[in-house]
């Protein structure tokens, strides 16, 4: 089956550019995800890119996805202490699938 | 306008008791979906419903597991004879119509099976 894999924790200090970096295995994703899940919150979806795009740009993030490597990061410039969080990435299989697979999470703390 | 709303937030209860967790959706979402996050793991997927289509329950651990969503709004996640292997946050999220696979969750809902 599908497996989504992340790094489990990253420090950064405040003002630097944080990357969260993800492989999954599954060549037939359509769609690959970044959801950000603050404290006692639910996830919320920060940014999405679909499987024929490299590269989405949206403000202070920026999404690379190399498909032949299986490998996608989520960049945060001038990375503030309100990002700390824990952030999932997920995929999306082929055309039809009716979930998203999740990998572990990475818990993102920014050092004042 | 309101989110996806899920309650109790939190539930404690004793081994081999039933519990039942409540999802609303956001109102006009046709997806309904519930995750479970167990600590230092990912999200698992449990069971989807869409429309009036038979759900999909291909995720569910095991058939203490079990879930309803009436009307095609709220949905209802029972577990039952609990056990201390089920705690854990359940999360669940609705999907709108036609918008890509963008799911919105809720809070979730805690639990701790002593």
């Known amino acids: 089956g599908e497996d989504v894999e992340q790094s489990l924790f990253l420090s950064v200090r405040e003002g630097d550019s944080s990357v969260i970096n993800c492989t999954y295995t599954d060549s037939s994703s359509t769609y690959l995800y970044w959801y950000k899940q603050e404290p006692g919150a639910g996830l919320q979806l920060l940014t999405y890119i679909f499987s024929n795009m490299d590269m989405k740009q949206d403000q202070r993030l920026t999404v690379l996805l190399n498909k032949k490597d299986k490998h996608l990061s989520l960049r945060i410039a001038d990375t503030q202490t309100g990002d700390s969080a824990i952030y999932f990435c997920a995929e999306r299989g082929q055309t039809g699938a009716n979930n998203l697979f999740f990998g572990t999470g990475t818990r993102l703390t920014v050092i004042p | 306008g309101a989110g996806v709303s899920q309650s109790p937030s939190n539930k404690v209860t004793e081994k081999g008791k039933d519990v039942e967790l409540r999802c609303d959706p956001i109102?006009?979402?046709?997806?309904l979906y519930w995750y479970r996050q167990s600590l230092g793991q990912g999200l698992e997927f449990l069971i989807y419903?869409?429309?009036?289509?038979?759900?999909?329950k291909s995720g569910l651990p095991s058939d203490r597991f079990s879930a309803e969503r009436t009307g095609g709004s709220v949905s209802t996640l029972t577990i039952q004879r609990t056990q201390q292997e089920d705690s854990a946050v359940y999360l669940c999220?609705?999907?709108?119509?036609?918008?890509?696979?963008?799911?919105?969750f809720g809070p979730g809902t805690r639990l701790t099976v002593t």
């Open positions: 109102s006009g979402h046709t997806a």
């Open positions: 419903f869409q429309g009036n289509s038979a759900p999909d």
């Open positions: 999220a609705s999907r709108p119509a036609g918008r890509g696979y963008e799911q919105y």
